[in-house]
């Protein structure tokens, strides 16, 4: 006859006995992926003495990101075309969007220059929110005055 395998853990010198898992309600899976806002809270580290360099820096370093995350993607993209046979590198190089297409081309690049300018949005703001003049009458009449 054999003996039931103990299922208890040894935990340093303790012994703990295994416990019963209570059941588990889980909720259901979400179709599209939850989307959190990319804002840092706090204080943003300064690495250069000049403030504009650290921008600057950082608005390289999210350009390489993006440009990297695209030619992966676009490599991927022609390679899976070109093993099923269903386009050509030429195809890809030779075509012409449409007006729908260029649309949303325009759309998209409008967005992307809004995230890379984002430090400098930031920064105008900030600079606006001190008392600086928001109109063209109010330079006009700071200016005369």
Known sequence: MSKPKNKSKRVGRAVVAPTR????????????????ARVAKG???QYFSDPA??????????????LSVTRDRLDTVERLLASKKLLRKAEIEGWK??????????????????RMMRAMHAELEE????GMPKSEEEVVAAVES
Request: charged share 35%; glycine share 4%.
């Open 21 to 36: 898992r209570a059941s588990v309600h889980r909720t259901p899976v979400r179709s599209e992926p939850v989307r959190l």
């Open 43 to 45: 204080k943003k580290p």
């Open 53 to 66: 360099i650290d921008k600057l820096l950082w608005m390289t370093l999210t350009l390489m990101e993006e």
């Open 97 to 114: 969007p449409d007006a729908e297409a260029e649309a949303e081309r325009v759309a998209a690049r409008g967005r992307y220059v809004d």
């Open 127 to 130: 600079i606006a929110g001190r």
